[in-house]
């Protein structure tokens, strides 16, 4: 045994019943009852709302040598009412990948959401080093396929290439990007090696796709960079560019990806994609305020509510 997996393991024992010290029964839709001298929740009450076994989870709280699933740190974490901050660190001290990530990026602040803005119809998107999509404006988020349409976990420029039907055909030019990208993942990885999500990041793709493992196991890095690109869009055809990318620290870290038109058709283009965007986001607009106005009978039973839904 290490000193570090121990130390960890206590730092999540100590994190973990200040959580649990800090809510009151009422918070949680539990009774208070007269003989409470615990400050906030029981152990067997976490546990409960856990839906995990109250043995197991005092061992948690004592440091004790065990495997905690991502699924079962998620209820805790569910459980202790964690704010994205401490779901965050609650994961990092556990060494497991969150299979919800749902905290913001420090990266991406509001000013740089409003310059993503201010640059369409240019397609601009903000990236971390992983390579996932961590905001984008609307022009990018049609630009190969439906990114709002997708789960946050496939927004990642590897996850599409080798597993995306739609971002497969809008990209002129797979043959080359494959093993680029995969060369631009090994790459900035070599930070990151014992850390859960890139690795679970690399299990999933190796999983999913043979043609990511038949790179891979090339071994070959490729340095980070932009080029020309073309792209096939559905709605507007083909569009040129100039792919950029402005790193937002000092490391190689989160950074702002863009495409600037190398000619007026690719100018003209994204303005008529951005165009189509917004329309569509109307009349999707329109479409949930007529469904908000539907009054629906008391008695109506299931197809009654489907058929007013639908009109």
Known sequence: MTAEPETRRHELAAFLRSR??????EQVGLPRGRRRRTPGLRREEVAHLSAVGVTWYTWLEQARDIQVSPQVLDAVADALLLDPTERSHLFSLAGQSDP???APCPAVTPALRALLEQLEPLPAAVQNSRF???????TFGRLFCDLDALPREDRNSL????TNEDFRAAATDLPELLPLLAGKLRAS??????EPAWKALVRRLEEASPEFRDIWARHDVVAPGGRTKIV?????GLLRFEH???WLGPTAGPHLVTYVPVDEETRAGVARLLDLVVREDAVDHEGAVDREDVVVPAQAGPTTVSSAMRG
């Open 20 to 25: 649990r010290e800090r809510i009151t029964p």
């Open 232 to 236: 096939r869009n559905a709605r507007v």
């Open 132 to 138: 996932d999509f961590l905001a984008h404006n609307r």
């Open 189 to 194: 990885m070599a930070e990151h090696l014992a």
């Open 159 to 162: 996850w599409l290439a080798f």
């Open 100 to 102: 919800h990530p749902g």
């Open 244 to 246: 950029t990318n402005l």
